[in-house]
């Protein structure tokens, strides 16, 4: 009886293979038999008995990936002739649900809907003139009007379903559109190349609607796909196009292009998705990210080097990067066909690589912000304008140390980032720690000098020991310092030379620049002067340099003459002296020297002069002959000893 069940059940399913019967018929004659008792005891012990198991495969990931890709392209080059059929019979269902429920057919729906919004549209145009600013928020309020009447209309009304769905993803579309080209209108490119930008948005938009409404309008998913490739073809040739008819660059360059785009749209074919971004960033990208910056610079107004500045500017093209990089972790997850599901590996070293980005770009922005501040700081002061005492020296110290603080900030900054890196690659930072400190141990015992230098270095910063801009002497070197390093600091002699010297030969320093200086002078006068007058006479050229509106905020303490120093040989020795700023007393100096000269000459005072006094006397002659005599008696004696 079982096996007569199953014969009758392949006869029938044979004879229904063949007869010309309604399929509901079928659908009958097949449900009958299940119900048999006979066949569904048959049944039941063929669940029960377990299968033969089944012949695994041992094939690689990839050789999976590849037949998969190889299946599902077969797949949609079968699909294409069945394109118009498809979209034909989702286009009669869609009008069939429409008209079933009292409503008009779709298309003529969707063109009232925008020929309302236009409407009002242009009723708005024609009474708002208010403001004729060129500016995007201007230029998309009518486009925010045009969509707003259609959203009413469309959520006033209850609409069959296939009706809703086509007509929610076309509106949007449409709206979309309109806000791209909107934004593309307002760049400043040539004519042609925002007509191309318009026809390639136009395109790109429309095959994204129609790939959106395969699934809800009953579209076999790989007729969807074929669309979605014959839109594909269109796009590559208009960028093609675009690209031999705007970019002037030579033929070999396009050429080269050309064939990446190839390259690129075919990575898209063979749902590498992520690969296919990856080519889209390299090409669109930088010119992207300089429209950004050039965007934000226009906004802000403040200094170049202003934090604000910097955190706009370069913030705003963090920001694109970022979104760039989500926009790719989030294909990469959600594409089935991805490389990056075939190994953990590479999986791992894929987002870490992103990841890696994203803190490259952070520790870009702390370092472009430090900078900047630094910067600031460092700042000089306009010419001409005199600063505190406390404020100079503030400046100075800022001037010394800032530098430093910058170039050691870089270094953490930068190996931080990379030892962060390296962490979201998969890279055990643990032993490259330790390591690092067994040969910085290591290169410490075989640098000593370097260390030193380093560490007196930090010492003579911490003593503040000497600033940019003050002149020193240290042992024989001696200069204006100009600038550090780690180890060495730079000094510029004043008759040009430049010593660069490591902080550990310095030893002791002699900074002439710091606080003020008292600057002492001696002049010889004849024995004759009287010292009296020559001290008024100092008296008053001191007054009178103080009184000197370029050299008066010189002085702390005005020129005065301390009195005689010393008998010399050929007259009285006079010092004077005098407290000013570091720096400026040799100018000073010659400033007095001038004046003194030509006051003690208006005055009667000489200078001392060496002089030889020749008498003409007999005592003289008779005193000049004995000296001669002497001399050669002395001579003689001398010889015959």
């Known amino acids: 009886m079982r096996w007569l069940a199953v014969s009758l059940l392949f006869v029938c399913l044979a004879v229904a293979a063949n007869a010309q019967t309604p399929p509901q018929q079928k659908i009958d004659d097949l449900v009958r038999l299940l119900q048999d008792p006979d066949v569904k005891s048959w049944l039941d012990t063929r669940t029960l008995s377990p299968a033969p198991p089944a012949e695994v495969k041992s094939e690689s990931d990839l050789a999976a990936w590849e037949a998969s890709t190889r299946s599902r392209i077969d797949g949609i080059l079968a699909a294409i002739p069945h394109i118009p059929g498809e979209l034909a019979t989702a286009f009669s269902r869609t009008r069939q649900d429409a008209i079933s429920h009292g409503y008009a057919p779709v298309l003529a729906i969707l063109a009232g809907l925008i020929a309302a919004g236009t409407a009002v549209e242009w009723q708005f145009r024609q009474r708002w003139k208010a403001s004729t600013a060129n500016t995007a928020a201007v230029r998309l309020l009518p486009v925010a009007v045009f969509a707003a009447v259609m959203a009413i209309l469309f959520f006033a009304v209850e609409w069959p379903p296939l009706v809703r769905i086509v007509l929610l993803v076309f509106l949007i579309a449409l709206v979309v559109y309109r806000v791209l080209s909107t934004l593309v209108g307002l760049a400043a490119l040539r004519p042609a190349v925002r007509l191309r930008i318009k026809l390639f948005a136009l395109v790109l938009i429309f095959a994204c609607a129609a790939a959106s409404l395969g699934a809800p309008l009953s579209v076999d998913p790989m007729v969807t796909s074929a669309i979605s490739y014959c839109f594909s073809v269109v796009l590559l040739m208009l960028s093609v196009e675009a690209l031999w008819a705007t970019v002037d660059r030579p033929l070999r360059t396009k050429l080269a292009l050309a064939i990446f785009l190839v390259a690129v749209w075919a990575l898209w074919c063979l749902g590498l998705k992520g690969l296919f971004w990856l080519g889209v960033y390299a090409l669109l990208l930088p010119g992207i990210l300089r429209a950004v910056g050039r965007a934000a610079e226009a906004m802000i107004s403040s200094e170049p080097d202003s934090a604000r500045r910097v955190l706009v500017v370069r913030g705003s ?29 590479i999986e791992a070293i894929a987002y870490g690589l992103l990841k890696s980005v994203v ?78 400190g ?20 930090i010492f003579y910063m911490l ?82 340099l103080l009184a000197d509106a370029e050299l ?43 004046m003194i000269r030509d006051a003690f000459q208006q005055n009667g005072i000489e200078f001392a002069q060496p002089s030889v006094q020749v008498g003409g006397d007999e005592r003289s002659a008779v005193a000049a002959a004995t000296t001669v005599r002497a001399a050669a008696e002395a001579k003689t004696q001398a010889a015959g000893g």
């Open 317 to 345: 093209r963090s920001a694109v990067v970022v979104l760039a990089v989500a926009w790719l972790a989030l294909v990469w997850r959600v594409n089935p066909n991805s490389l990056t599901h075939l190994d953990p590996a």
């Open 359 to 436: 803190v490259l770009l952070v520790a870009d922005l702390a370092w472009h912000l430090a900078r900047s501040w630094i910067d600031r700081a460092l700042a000089t002061v306009p010419e001409g304008a005199v600063l505190p005492p406390a404020e100079a020296a503030r400046r100075a110290r800022l001037h010394t140390l800032l530098p430093i603080f910058r170039n050691v900030l870089a270094v953490m900054v930068a190996v931080m980032a990379g030892l962060i890196v390296l962490a979201q690659l998969g890279v055990e930072i643990g032993p490259l720690l330790a390591g690092a």
């Open 438 to 457: 067994i040969f910085g141990v290591a290169l410490g015992f075989g640098s000593q000098t370097l260390v030193k230098d380093v560490i007196s270095g």
């Open 463 to 544: 003593d503040d020991a000497f600033r940019v801009g003050e002149y020193i002497q240290a042992k024989s070197y001696m200069g204006t310092v100009e600038g550090f390093s780690l180890r060495s600091v730079r000094l510029r002699h004043h008759r040009g030379p430049v010593f660069t010297v490591p902080f550990g030969e310095l030893g002791a320093v002699e900074n002439m620049s710091r606080d003020w200086v008292i600057d002492k002078f001696r002049i010889s006068v004849g024995y004759d002067t009287d010292i009296e007058k020559a001290r008024k006479i100092a008296k008053s050229i001191g007054a009178e």
């Open 552 to 594: 008066g905020p010189l002085f702390i303490q005005p020129l005065k003459m301390k009195g005689v120093e010393e008998f010399g040989d050929y007259g009285i020795v006079l010092s004077f002296a005098m407290t000013t700023v570091p720096g400026q007393q040799t100018f000073i100096r010659r400033k007095a020297y001038a």
